[in-house]
């Protein structure tokens, strides 16, 4: 149980300095067609070095996911991973100066508080299977993220922003329970065509959202995404339990660890450094 919460809490430092060189490769690539589903985006993003560090903490992050989704239940790990924002708050304040609010610091707070709450109160992890379409409808809801992008390409910026992120955020939920799924590495198996086509779109939409939007908003819709599906699907189906009578213990912390996090939601993206003082008596530039 202890090293599974310390696996989560790991891959969650790797996300919060990884969505930081992410967006910023988002960011120097050449804008596309405005479409939410952009494959030249990608590609042209890939040739980031900023977006290929950022990839690398993920593959880090997801090695360490992989080992929490197999000791803690689902509602844990999502809370953990959504703390990676609190992260990326407390990095930028420190690394690029830039100035948190009191409520902002109150949140990095609160969100510590939810992961200890979340500790003391979650059990082991369930070990059913679940109905046997499970893998069935993650690969269908996986493709249908991908349609889901691509309709998001004609709503305004705003709109735009939150769809894709909500599409990000169920495309690597799809990847938290199809992990907790796979027994192995079968080519026949549903689940781990869904988990493999739901990271890919979660990426995808996540890039797009990144360079065509608010990354506040978008970062509010992944969090929210990535959360809530997991965290049921392994309470009702997979047989994830908290400790006895513990039941609102866990309830509250997941609630305020996620209620935190999109507090800091404005962190999906680290903010520039605020450029340097000149001193007193310096001629002003020009």
Same mark, same amino acid.
């Given at each position: ?14 996300f919060?300095?990884?969505?930081v060189?992410q967006?910023?490769g988002?960011?120097e ?11 030249g985006?990608?590609w ?7 977006y290929?560090v ?5 593959g880090?992050?997801?090695?360490? *996911? ?7 239940p689902?509602y ?7 703390a990676?924002?609190a992260?990326?708050?407390a990095l930028a304040s420190?690394m690029?100066r830039?100035?948190?609010?009191r #409520?902002?610091w109150?949140a990095?707070?609160a969100?510590c508080?939810?992961?200890?709450m ?6 082991r992890?369930?070990?059913l ?8 409808a993650?690969?269908g #809801?996986?493709?249908?993220v991908?349609?889901l992008?691509?309709a998001a390409?004609r709503?305004p910026?705003?709109s735009r ?5 909500l599409?990000a955020?169920?495309g690597?939920?799809?990847v *938290?329970?199809a992990?907790?799924l796979?027994d192995?590495v ?5 689940a781990?065509?869904?988990l493999l086509l ?5 990426f995808?939409?996540?890039t797009?959202?990144?360079?065509r939007g ?6 509010a819709?992944?969090?929210?995404g990535e959360t809530?599906g997991?965290?049921?699907a392994?309470?009702?189906w ?11 213990l866990?309830v509250?912390?997941f609630?305020?660890?996620?209620a935190?996090s999109l ?5 999906? *993206?680290?903010? *520039? ?5 000149p001193?007193e008596?310096a001629?002003?530039?020009?």
């Open positions: 149980m202890l090293f599974g919460m310390v696996c989560a809490l790991g891959s969650s430092l790797c919060g300095a990884a969505t060189f967006a910023a988002a960011r690539a050449e804008p596309g067609t405005g479409s939410g589903v952009d494959l985006l990608l042209r993003a890939l040739r980031r070095w900023r290929l950022g990839l690398g903490l993920d880090l992050g997801f090695c360490l *996911e992989v080992v929490a989704l197999r000791t803690l689902l844990a790990v999502g809370a953990a991973l959504a990676s924002l992260v990326t708050a420190r690029l830039v100035r948190l609010s #409520i902002e109150g990095v707070a969100v508080l939810g992961l200890g979340l500790a003391l109160a979650a059990g992890e369930g070990h299977d679940g109905p046997e379409a499970l893998p069935w993650l690969l #809801i996986a493709a249908g991908l349609l992008g691509a390409g709503l910026d705003r922003a939150l769809v894709l992120g599409g955020g169920i690597f939920g799809v *938290e329970v992990v907790r796979l192995g079968d080519p026949a198996d549903p781990l065509w869904a739901g990271g890919a779109a979660a995808l939409l996540l797009s959202a990144f360079q608010s990354v506040t908003t978008a970062t819709g992944m969090v929210l809530l997991p965290a049921a392994g309470v009702l997979l047989g994830d339990r908290t400790r006895e009578g513990l039941g609102w866990a509250s912390g609630a305020v660890a996620v935190a507090t800091l939601a404005r962190f999906g *993206e680290a903010p *520039e450094a605020a450029p340097p003082v001193a008596g001629a002003a530039p020009d």
